[in-house]
Every structure is written in structure tokens, then in C-alpha cells.
């Protein structure tokens, strides 16, 4: 079956960026019915949705987070990423990338998510 | 967009049932049928339970049921079990072309 993985770096400096990649097995990313997205945890809090994009390219995003997030397609690879610029501390969280049948409704599967901390 | 109001705790034993609301606006959960549930425990991945306001993905138990009513989605879980405690979170759809998620249920099977 579908499965997701996130992968990347558990430790990033403030005002750096962050960059997550997100590795699709059992399916194919290039498929058009669907479309890829990142939602991220607080430790202790609820869920956010990031955004999303869809294999052609086309992207879609939290408009609060939209200044430093790029969300991009690998098809080649079969995997899709994140990159969120000017990072704080508010912006330790479990990352989880998940596939969703459009850009903003319900998302199914997920991974098991990946936590990143901002720290010097 | 501000998140959709969900009680931070319910609890039930086990064989009844519980009801979680999710309270948003005519702009969100009232404007749309795309209202999700997810089932989150401990240390794990949210797992999607209901979508489209009361559509079950395959393998999700008939014991799961959602509704809605006006600005209100709700979450019912009929025969609790032990396994069924965990965070439940409803999503819906926004007008600004969004995904906006409640705040979270944590649901304690007594």
C-alpha cells in the first residue's frame, strides 16, 4: 500500500531554513487525481496545515506561512519537499507529509512524521 | 483563519457512546461538506476516520459516524473501546481556499 517518509535534518538554527523531503513508495506521485501536502505539530499542540502541490507543479499555501514556505515536485524521484525560510522557534514541530485528494480537504496517508527543532 | 472550537476533553465507558463537536462558521464548516476526523494516539500519525462530513474510508469501523448541522460538525463513536482513546481533530475546507484543523479532543475511555 501507499506509503509516506519523511526525511531531514532534526535540528535547525533560528533564521535559517528548513528542508524536508518526503519519499512516496507503493504509488506514484505523478498521479492526477491526487495532491501532496505538509501539515506540522507543535510539541503538545494541534495540527497546521502548510500546504500542498500537485505533481504538475502547481502549488498551494497557508496564506500565514506563505511568505517562507516552497513546496516543490520530484517526479523523477518520486518524492516532493519543503522548504520554510527565517525559521524560529516557533517552528519546532512534527513535520508529516501526507497525500491528499485535493489541496484543502482530507488528507490519507500520512507519514510518521518527523520532528525538527529550532535551536543554536 | 482562526481554528475550529472542539471540547478539549470527553470521556465515556466502555459500550457507550460519545459525541465530539467541532464549531466553525458559515465561512468553513457551515459553507461546506468537507469536514474530516482524524484519530491521533500518542506519538503517532494522525489516521483519517471520517471525510466529507459522514463518508468512512475503507477499514474504518462502522462504529465511527460523522454529521453535521449548521456551523457544527460532530464525531460520533458508538460500543467504546479501550483502543478508541486518543485525539480526535476535524478539519474542514475554508473560503480563503484553505485547510483549517479544530483544535483537538482528547478522549478518555473510562
Known amino acids: 500500500q501507499l506509503q509516506l517518509q519523511e526525511s531531514g535534518p532534526g535540528l535547525v538554527k533560528p533564521s535559517e531554513t528548513l528542508s524536508l523531503t518526503c519519499t512516496v513508495s507503493?504509488?506514484?506521485?505523478?498521479?492526477?487525481?491526487?495532491?501532496w501536502g505538509w501539515i506540522r505539530q507543535p510539541p503538545g499542540k494541534g495540527l497546521e496545515w502548510i500546504g500542498s502541490?500537485?505533481?504538475?507543479?502547481?502549488?498551494y499555501y497557508n496564506p500565514s506561512l506563505k511568505s517562507r514556505v516552497t513546496i516543490s515536485v520530484h517526479t523523477s524521484k518520486n518524492q516532493f519537499s519543503l522548504k520554510l525560510s527565517s525559521v524560529t522557534a516557533a517552528d519546532t514541530a512534527v513535520y508529516y507529509c501526507a497525500r491528499g485528494n485535493s489541496p484543502y480537504n482530507w488528507f490519507d496517508p500520512w507519514g510518521q512524521g518527523i520532528l525538527v527543532t529550532v535551536s543554536s | 483563519q482562526s481554528a475550529l472550537t472542539q471540547p478539549a476533553s470527553v470521556s465515556g465507558s466502555p459500550g457507550q457512546s460519545i459525541t465530539i463537536s467541532c464549531t466553525g462558521t458559515s465561512s468553513d464548516v457551515g459553507g461546506y461538506n468537507h469536514v474530516s476526523w482524524y484519530q491521533q494516539h500518542p506519538g503517532k500519525a494522525p489516521k483519517l476516520m471520517i471525510y466529507d462530513v459522514s463518508n468512512r474510508p475503507s477499514g474504518v469501523s462502522n462504529r465511527f459516524s460523522g454529521s453535521k448541522s449548521g456551523n457544527t460538525a460532530s464525531l460520533t463513536i458508538s460500543g467504546l473501546q479501550a483502543e478508541d482513546e486518543a485525539e480526535y481533530y476535524c478539519a474542514s475546507y475554508t473560503s480563503s481556499s484553505t485547510l483549517v484543523f479544530g483544535g483537538g479532543t482528547k478522549l478518555t475511555v473510562l
Open positions: 507503493g504509488g506514484s506521485i505523478s498521479s492526477s487525481s491526487y495532491y
Open positions: 502541490i500537485h505533481y504538475s507543479g502547481s502549488t
